[in-house]
């Protein structure tokens, strides 16, 4: 079995703790995320009003951490929808 383990959790750091260093961008997106759920890159960029390569950064950085999820889109199948994960209980 193969187990996936982001660096962020190697040392032992939440990954709500790591938003810390991360670039504005992932910050804002995390915030747009929390406020208004799932939703996809073309939702992102208009919310957050970034560039489309800005937010795919942000994005990509939000899944290193390990904070963001990926589902399908059922009603585009070429397009993602991302969220937060949700924090385990006992967290803080």
């Known amino acids: 079995m193969i187990v996936f383990v982001s660096e962020v959790e190697i040392q032992g750091v939440s990954p709500v703790d790591s938003l810390v260093h991360l670039p504005p961008s992932a910050k804002l997106v995390y915030r747009v995320l929390e406020s208004e ?15 489309s390569r800005t937010v795919r950064y942000a994005i990509g950085r939000l899944r290193d951490v390990g904070i963001l999820s990926v589902r399908f889109y059922i009603p585009d199948a ?6 937060l994960k949700p924090v385990s209980e006992g967290v803080v």
């Open 37 to 51: 759920g799932a939703l996809t890159q073309k939702d992102l960029i208009e919310r957050t009003t970034l560039p």
């Open 78 to 83: 070429r397009q993602s929808l991302y969220g």
